[in-house]
């Protein structure tokens, strides 16, 4: 579980964040959404505890973040980036990194840690990529790559920065069935995307950001009746519904 209370983020001067206060569950997948530009990315990083400038308090699993550190917060909270590296290592190794929470101090993997990381890499499908290097693999191929080195860390939390950035269909869907399983597995999942349909489909709940606030914080059905998006958008949601009765939303 991740929560904040009257979290406040700001780069020199400039204040992004103001005041915020959110609770991610155990056991759901929480959608950041917001314009370009409206603190996303700066909040899964204070979350996660990389951007350790900040004002208010973060609990990770009911502990305050700033009294816990680096090794233990590690074991509690996973991230991944939006800008991913490309290192000339092969996907093994890149997942095996995932695991260093977990080893002592010559960051030698254990029995347990192997067998992890082939679990991680089994659980998101790449194993046809394990011995190609990162930096020969395709944007989406390394963002499936970094998620499983993050499934590999085994955390109770896990922050996403845009994950679905570089996938194609068949990889969104790949994506979107791992997400699933580690939300049976009663992790809590912070998320943010830019697709409005994929977010509706995705989330339990959906946060909004504008203008360094959370101006919405909901299930999908209140964001759909309230009209958050056609609000700070300035579009319109229409909805479509088929022979079966199923919503589907399109935003014109
Ligand atoms: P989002 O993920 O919603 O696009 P970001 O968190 O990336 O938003 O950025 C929020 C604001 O903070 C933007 O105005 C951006 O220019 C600014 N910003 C982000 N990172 C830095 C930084 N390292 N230094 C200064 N300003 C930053």
Same mark, same amino acid.
Do not use: P, T
């Given at each position: 579980m991740i929560s904040c209370n009257n979290l406040t983020v700001k780069y020199g001067k400039h204040?992004?964040?103001?005041?915020i206060s959110l609770n991610a569950e155990n056991g759901e997948i929480t959608v950041l959404l917001g /314009?370009?530009? %409206?603190?996303k990315t700066t909040l899964i990083r204070t979350l996660a505890g990389v951007? %350790? /400038?900040?004002d208010g308090e973060i609990f990770i699993d009911g502990k305050n973040i700033k009294q816990t550190d680096r090794k233990r917060l590690s074991r509690a909270v996973g991230i991944l980036p939006q800008n991913l590296q490309k290192p000339a290592i092969t996907v093994t190794d890149l997942v095996s990194m995932g695991r260093y929470p977990y080893t002592d101090a010559f960051s030698k993997l254990s029995a347990e840690d192997i067998s992890a990381v082939e679990r991680s890499i089994k659980t998101t499908g790449i194993e046809h990529l394990q011995d190609k290097l990162v930096c020969h693999l395709s944007g989406g191929e390394r963002q499936l790559a970094y998620i499983s080195t993050v499934i590999a860390q085994n955390t109770n939390n896990i922050l996403l920065d845009e994950p679905t950035a570089s996938l194609d269909i068949s990889y969104r869907k790949q994506f979107f069935e791992i997400l699933d399983r580690q939300k049976k597995e009663n992790k809590c999942i912070v998320l943010s995307m830019h697709s409005l349909e994929e977010a509706i489909k995705t989330a339990d709940k959906i946060v909004f950001l504008d203008n360094k606030k959370i101006v919405f914080c909901g299930n999908t059905k209140q964001f759909i009746s309230q009209r958050i998006r056609d609000k700070y958008f300035n579009v319109k949601t229409v909805e479509l519904i088929n022979s079966d009765g199923i919503s589907y939303y399109i935003f014109e």
């Open positions: 204040m992004v964040l103001d005041k /314009k370009n530009g %409206s603190g951007q %350790s /400038k900040f």
